[in-house]
Nanobody
Framework: QVHIVESGGDLVQPGGSLTLSCTFS????????LAWYRQAPGNQRELVAA???????EYADFAKGRFTISRNNAKSTLTLQMNSLRPEDTAVYYC???????????????WGQGTQVTVSS
């Protein structure tokens, strides 16, 4: 399995911005689809955004126009730039690695421990 560590979660005011990062350790990371998911209390874990090795970036509807996902293959890192944050963005955010060159509408088996994002006044 791929070892994943997320960082960057914080308390932020509505309308603010935050950048999350995660680092992937393992072989052939360049061939994986990497993604951010999130889970709020009482909710299912849901996709935020994904960046495959082959294909377009994927964004959940709530993330489009506000969030930007990017990967640095040389450093095996993934970032999520979040702008115009809303209280409903409050969740634990997780990185995921899927052994697929393309996004397949489901997560892979490798998860990080998560990082808490809280949007509140």
């Amino acid at each position: 399995q791929v070892h994943i560590v997320e960082s960057g979660g914080d308390l932020v005011q509505p309308g603010g911005s935050l950048t999350l990062s995660c680092t992937f350790s393992g072989d052939f990371i360049r061939q994986y689809t990497l993604a951010w998911y999130r889970q709020a209390p009482g909710n299912q874990r849901e996709l935020v955004a994904a960046v495959p090795s082959i294909g377009n970036h994927e964004y959940a509807d709530f993330a489009k126009g506000r969030f930007t996902i990017s990967r640095n293959n040389a450093k095996s890192t993934l970032t999520l730039q979040m702008n115009s944050l809303r209280p409903e963005d409050t969740a634990v955010y997780y990185c995921n690695a899927d052994r697929s060159l393309t996004y397949e509408n489901h997560p892979g088996d490798s998860w990080g421990q998560g990082t808490q994002v809280t949007v509140s006044s």
